[in-house]
């Protein structure tokens, strides 16, 4: 069955600090790839999409994810967290549904 | 533009009640929807999902009911609430062609 793993469920990190939320897919010919933020009692958010093209995709609030099929990864990075990116990220995967990861709760600590 | 509005957003029943979640979309016809549950400190689960009027496909077995009745009307019932269906609703719907999800913002439910 395909499934996405996410590899950490909570990751704590200060301010100012890089950060690599990890995620991996069941292999697919073909497969488009999501991460998603979530702040409290919300719903969830876009932040990138992969869908073919660059490896490397951009997405909203300083986030961007790498595409590597070689290792079926997608992991989300930023190059330096603020406060205001404390939340859950779910990373996912579009087969033929929408399947998601557990999460990862990202905490940023002053 | 596309938008998804789902109420209550809130909710506290008792074991044994029932209950009607609704979900509305606007701005597109003929969505593919979805209910996704999310228990505390868990991921997302896919509860149902549906590709039209009528058409509804069960992902779990459970004491939980959907219904689309209405193009952009989705609803979540169940006859009888247990303590295990606390958790966070939310409805979403299938934005372009490229499997995006698009969130409502959510309705928590507490049943006591």
């Not at chain 1, 997405?59 to 079926?72: D, P, R």
């Not at chain 1, 579009?94 to 990861?101: E, I, L, S, T, V």
């Not at chain 2, 009745?69 to 989705?74: E, G, I, S, T, V």
């Amino acid at each position: 069955a395909q499934s996405v793993t996410q590899l950490d469920s909570q990751v704590p990190v200060f301010e100012e600090a890089p950060v690599e939320l990890r995620c991996n897919y069941s292999s697919s010919v073909s497969v488009y790839l999501f991460w998603y933020v979530q702040y409290p009692n919300q719903g969830l958010q876009l932040l990138l999409k992969y869908l073919s093209g660059s490896t490397l995709v951009k997405g909203i609030n300083g986030f961007e994810a790498e595409f590597n099929k070689s290792q079926t990864s997608f992991h989300l990075r930023k190059p330096s967290v603020h406060i205001s990116d404390t939340a859950e990220y779910f990373c996912a995967a579009a087969y033929n549904d929408m399947r998601f990861g557990a999460g990862t709760r990202l905490t940023v600590k002053p | 533009s596309q938008t998804i509005h789902q109420w209550p957003a809130t909710l506290v029943q008792p074991v044994g009640s029932p209950l009607s979640l609704e979900c509305t979309v606007e701005g597109t016809s003929n969505p593919n929807l979805y209910w996704y549950r999310q228990a505390a400190g868990r991921g997302l689960q896919l509860l149902f999902y549906s590709v039209g009027i009528g058409q509804i496909s069960s992902e779990v077995p459970q004491n939980l009911s959907a219904s689309r009745p209405q193009d952009r009307q989705f609803i979540l019932s169940s006859k009888k609430l247990l303590l295990s269906d606390s958790g966070f609703y939310l409805c979403a719907f299938i934005k372009g062609d490229t499997g995006e999800l698009f969130f409502g913002e959510g309705s928590r439910l507490t049943v006591l």
